[in-house]
Nanobody, 120 residues
Framework: VQLVESGGGLVQPGGSLRLSCAAS????????MGWYRQAPGKQRELVAT???????NYADSVKGRFTISRNNAKNTVSLQMNSLKPEDTAVYYC???????????????WGQGTQVTVSS
């Protein structure tokens, strides 16, 4: 199983970016998917998650600015980030709880991370 992220980059404060993540490989089903971020010198933190049924959860710091969505048919999850602030600067990681074929349990998988830098 592999998670591949795309869409990071450099943006000015107040700007927007859209991150995407595609899961591929031996996949039977996917439970929750989400985005986490880690800034230099800080612990990795939750940004947003979404269940297979579409229920969402956001960190207080991004509520009203970020929107998470997913396409269950394509095994993808996206994060639309608006009104970006310098404090949003971090490496963003995709996460998914995946059950593979012939395996009974779900396993958490992580993408390689994509850099988001908000600076003027």
């Amino acid at each position: 199983v592999q998670l591949v992220e795309s869409g990071g980059g450099l943006v000015q404060p107040g700007g927007s970016l859209r991150l995407s993540c595609a899961a591929s490989g031996n996949i039977f089903s996917i439970n929750a998917m989400g985005w986490y971020r880690q800034a230099p010198g800080k612990q990795r933190e939750l940004v947003a998650t979404i269940t297979s049924g579409g229920s969402t959860n956001y960190a207080d710091s991004v509520k009203g600015r970020f929107t998470i969505s997913r396409n269950n048919a394509k095994n993808t999850v996206s994060l639309q980030m608006n009104s970006l602030k310098p404090e949003d600067t971090a490496v963003y990681y995709c996460n998914a709880d995946i059950r593979s074929n012939y395996v009974l349990r779900f396993t958490a998988y992580w993408g390689q991370g994509t850099q988001v830098t908000v600076s003027s």
